[in-house]
Structure formats: C-alpha cells, structure tokens
C-alpha cells in the first residue's frame, strides 16, 4: 500500500525557516518524481516544487523561488522542502504527494502539515 | 485569479448528472491531453479521480468521466450520491511553467 506521511510543519515567525520531510512507502520510490502541493486557508491548491526520481531535477512555483529548496534521500524514501524567507503569505497546508507515471498528476498525497507563519 | 477558471458552485440532486467545466488557454488545456481532476472532502488530501484528461486509476468510479473540448475540459459526475459533495479541481499541463497549474476549485452541493 502505497503511504506518504509529511511532518515537520508548525508556526513560525516571520523570515523564519522551517524544513518539512515526507516519508514514502509502498513503491519503489526512486522511480517516481515527487511533488509539494500547498493550500492556505479557505483557498485552492498550488504546486509548490518537484523533483525528479533521481533529484537531479527540480522545479519551483514563482511564489517560492530563491527561497524553498527541494531535496531527497533515496536511501531513506524521504524527500524535503526546506522553506526560508517565510512570509505570511506561506501559510498553509502543505502536502506531499507522488507523480504518477502519466507525468502530469499526483496519484497519492499525504494527509498534509500546517505551517503558520505568524508574529 | 487561478489560470484555469472554474465555476465557483454547482449543485445536483441525487441521482441526477452534473458537468464541472475548467477553461484554460491554447497554452495549457487546449496543448495537450494532460488534465487531471480531483476531488477533495473537507479537512482531507486531495483525491485524483480522472488523469490524461478522461483515463479513471484503478479504483475510481465510472460515475466520474472526463471530457475535453478546444480550451475547455469537463468533469461529468452521473447517479450524484450524497458523498460526493465536496471541493473538485482540475488541473493541466501548462507551457509557460514547468510546473502543473490548478483551477481554482469548484464547490459540489448534493
């Protein structure tokens, strides 16, 4: 059974940093690119970053560039978004969630993790 | 403003049909075959329901198919059920970003 699990979310000041993981299982997971998706409240999703099987790629939504970093750690099924610069605009729901093989869809998410980015 | 635009609320009653729209531009929807739909409860993860515009994964429903037209795609829910009743979005392959772009949300009342 495919089960990604995100942790690390919670309130942070403004400017502040945070670093949210997703632990995979169920799936050969360097063989599938993976995916941050964020909604804050009330509002609809957005991509925030993707990166490839291998990592040796990785994309990032405008809103986010320059300042949220996207990695992974085949060895561990794990792969993170380390968020920097964090404004208030950042709160949300964040969830992880795996590329399926058609290449432009999410086949499985995670249940999310809130970070809140409030003085 | 999202890039794709859904209607903010449609409404069925049971066992009736209703047909969620998702229009984009030349650029996204209307340049390849990649829209995807979900469905999300509230308080929950998004669900994928429909990918590569009208291909259901394992699991899903046939009372859930997708459609495409020029720069408009659609999402037709037959035999409404009372769990069906939540947020749907839809999304697509964009040429102007390297990332996947999100509609902004279609609220379903049953």
């Known amino acids: 059974e495919v089960q990604l699990m995100e942790s690390g979310g919670g309130l942070v000041q403004p400017g502040g940093s945070l670093r949210l993981s997703c632990a995979a299982s169920?799936?050969?997971?360097?063989?599938?690119?993976m995916h941050w998706v964020r909604q804050a409240p009330g509002k609809g999703l957005e991509y925030v970053s993707v990166i490839s099987g291998d990592g040796g790629s990785r994309y990032y939504g405008q809103s986010v560039q320059d300042r949220f970093t996207i990695t992974r750690d085949n060895s561990r099924n794990t792969f993170y978004l380390q968020m920097g610069s964090l404004r208030d605009e950042d709160t949300a729901v964040y969830y992880c969630a795996r590329e399926s093989y058609s290449g432009y869809d999410s086949d499985y998410w995670g249940q999310g993790t809130l970070v809140t980015v409030s003085s | 403003q999202s890039a794709l635009t859904q209607p903010a609320s449609v409404s069925g009653s049971p066992g009736q049909s209703i047909t969620i729209s998702c229009t984009g531009t030349?650029?996204?929807?209307?340049?390849?075959?990649?829209v995807s739909w979900y469905q999300q409860h509230p308080g929950k993860a998004p669900k994928l329901l429909i990918f590569d515009v009208s291909k259901r994964p394992s699991g899903i429903s046939n009372r859930f198919s997708g459609s495409k037209s020029g720069n408009t795609a659609s999402l037709t829910i037959s035999g409404l059920q009372a769990e069906d009743e939540a947020d749907y979005y839809c999304?697509?392959?964009?040429?102007?970003?390297?990332?996947?772009?999100f509609g902004g949300g279609t609220t379903l009342t049953v």
């Open positions: 169920g799936f050969i997971f360097s063989n599938h690119a």
């Open positions: 999304s697509s392959y964009t040429t102007i970003s390297t990332l996947v772009i």
């Open positions: 030349s650029t996204d929807i209307g340049g390849a075959n990649y």
